[in-house]
């Protein structure tokens, strides 16, 4: 094993976008080419609940099992070729998962050097969260940074393993140990911020979930992304030769708004100001990102907060064919008379889906969907009691009868708060390969501040005919979940086309657009000409985050095509022939 060249970028690849990803990956990023460190994200809100449960069951669990099949796969070509592991699946009990790495690492007969970070798990410091905590959550997590991922890797660890740090934290960490970056060097620390964001979801960056799939020259499963982060903290956006999908300024720039709010991006290691970043196709699959500013980080950090939100069940009753409203109505009549009543339920969410045509040519165009969702403290309401009661229609109710599946049994939910926590109230630590334990320091904090954005040359709005078309052929969308919120970002081919839409696309239209749903939401609109983008945010669509809600969308993945997909007048001069 050479020592590398620590004057050039240092080459991050990604293998998990999110826990339950594809195994494999690990060993394909290692595999398919040259990397120096290889990291996963497995961690969100309702991955955080989901590993809660698990540790409640039991207290040696709450980490992401499927990291330890990865690392079995990769590690020894790992320490062969000085490749660096870093991930932040070891959830709610890092301590535990460095453990295990290293029962791997001695059932592999390697010498494997494990840090792991800790400091976010709250738990037992609820009184130091602001707002009030009341109850006992099942969780509660500061989103730390990565300058405790930068000392373990100082300090020689091969592999290092977090709790709760931000998702760009695993690439921020990595860059700042490799090029010796300062903890005030905002700048360089911003554009690492940006490249993690790009890169933490995986394929998402390199043509999956993209909006233009005609685009793509490659239909295959796409290649894991690679960021090639230099001294100065401008990034390569790429991915192995070889490989599936795409990686294109439209590619990046659909992951760069990807579940972000304001331009002000804040972090607990630097705020990145995403009005500021250039995009530029630097070759075949290879996209340049510079110019990212950065300034001090927010005083507070980031928490979240999972509850116990009690137990819920959902079933769906197909209707078909005529009078489907009164069909819906007597169904939902002879449920409740069964179950005691509507109000024997903490809370009941019943949705008519239309699919449904007239005079549909197949029967599955003559369809339409009754969900019914019952969430309650009691597992017994609402397990196979109001399963079973469903299932008592069949041969009484409404003609053509059937449901989605058979009776299903009650499953827990979370309620997800967001909330904030004092920096010197928590230890950010590392404990290092030898045992040790070392504080990690604070950066320098500082209020939310904007910085001038990228000057973008004006260009005037096209005019003269339009004809109704579908928003989404002058622009693409990427949505997603903020907890309770959801976010889409827009983004036009080409100035014109952002000049349009810029102007076209206010509040007041989006929620037109929108629908009923939004109709009492407040929805902020940011711009990022920059990126000819906009960032549209909806604020508690999805109410107490994704393990409550009851939207058949639940995380908004959707509800960026549903903009994309409603009828608008487009100026012709923005359609071509």
């Known amino acids: 094993m050479t020592t590398p060249d620590r004057t050039r970028?240092?080459?991050?690849?990604?293998c998990s976008g999110f826990y339950g990803d594809r195994v494999g990956a690990a060993r394909d990023m290692v595999e398919g080419g040259p990397i120096d460190v290889l990291t996963g994200d497995y961690l969100a809100e309702l991955t955080m609940f989901i590993l809660a449960k698990a540790q409640q069951k039991d207290p040696a669990a709450g980490y992401a099992k499927t990291f330890l099949?990865?690392?079995e796969q990769v590690l020894g070509s790992c320490v062969d070729r000085g490749i660096k592991v870093v991930a932040n699946a070891g959830g709610l009990n890092p301590a535990g998962l460095a453990g295990a790495v290293r029962d791997v690492a001695a059932w592999l007969g390697l010498d494997v050097r494990v840090a792991h970070v800790e400091g976010d798990d709250l738990r037992g410091t609820l009184s130091a969260i602001t707002p009030a905590v009341t109850g006992k959550p099942v969780s509660a997590n500061a989103y730390l940074g990565g300058w405790g991922i930068a000392a373990a890797l100082d300090a020689g660890a091969d592999v290092v393993v977090t709790g709760r740090v931000t998702d760009a934290s695993l690439v921020v960490g990595p860059a700042a140990w490799w090029h010796g970056w300062a903890i005030d060097d905002w700048d360089a620390l911003a554009g690492a911020v940006v490249a993690g964001h790009v890169i933490e979801c995986g394929p998402q960056a390199t043509g999956g979930n993209y909006a233009f799939a005609e685009d793509l020259p490659d239909l295959r499963y796409p290649g894991f992304p690679i960021a090639e982060v230099g001294a100065d903290g401008s990034a390569v956006i790429t991915k192995h030769p070889g490989t599936g999908g795409l990686v294109s300024v439209g590619t990046v720039t659909a992951q760069l708004l990807y579940e972000i709010g304001s331009p002000g991006y804040l972090g607990p290691d630097v705020t990145a100001h995403f009005d500021t970043i250039t995009l530029a196709q630097a070759g075949a699959d290879r996209v340049a990102i510079s110019g990212t500013r950065g300034s001090p980080p927010p005083p507070a950090l980031k928490v979240a907060l999972n509850d116990a939100g009690g137990f819920r069940n959902t079933m769906t009753m197909v209707l078909t064919g005529l009078d489907i409203e009164a069909k819906a109505a007597r169904a939902q009549a002879m449920l409740f008379d069964v179950l005691g009543g509507r109000d024997r339920f903490a809370e009941v969410d019943v949705r008519l889906l239309r699919f449904d045509t007239p005079d549909a040519p197949t029967n599955e165009q003559a369809t339409a969907h009754l969900r019914i969702t019952v969430k309650d403290p009691d597992p017994a309401k609402v397990g196979r009691r109001f399963s079973n009661a469903v299932?008592?229609?069949?041969?009484a109710g409404y003609a053509g009868f059937h449901t989605t599946t058979p009776p299903t049994s009650e499953s827990a939910y979370g309620v997800y708060r967001p909330a904030s926590v004092s920096r010197g109230?928590?230890?950010h630590v590392v404990v290092l390969p030898g045992?040790?334990?070392?504080?990690?320091?604070?950066?320098?904090?500082?209020?939310?501040?904007?910085?001038?954005?990228?000057?973008?040359?004006?260009?005037?709005?096209p005019s003269g005919p339009a004809r109704p078309v579908p928003l989404g052929r002058v622009c693409g969308a990427r949505s997603g979940d903020k907890g309770g919120d959801a976010n889409i970002g827009l983004w036009a081919r080409d100035s014109n086309g952002y000049a349009w839409l810029s102007e076209y696309l206010t509040v007041e239209r989006v929620r037109e657009l929108l629908g009923p749903e939004v109709a009492d939401l407040k929805i902020d609109r940011f711009d990022l000409p920059n990126l000819r983008a906009i960032n549209v945010v909806v604020h508690g669509l999805l109410g107490d985050g994704v393990a409550s809600c009851t939207?058949?969308?639940?995380?908004?993945?959707?509800?960026?095509?549903?903009l994309r997909s409603r009828v608008v007048d487009i100026p012709e001069a923005l359609l071509g022939g």
Do not use: W
Not at 9 to 14: E, L, Y
Not at 391 to 395: C, T
């Open 9 to 14: 970028a240092v080459r991050i690849a990604n």
């Open 69 to 71: 099949t990865q690392i």
């Open 391 to 395: 299932m008592e229609l069949a041969l």
């Open 425 to 427: 109230v928590l230890e």
């Open 435 to 461: 045992g040790g334990r070392r504080k990690v320091p604070d950066p320098p904090t500082a209020p939310a501040a904007a910085i001038a954005p990228l000057p973008v040359p004006h260009t005037g709005v």
């Open 551 to 562: 939207r058949p969308d639940p995380q908004a993945k959707g509800l960026g095509e549903y």
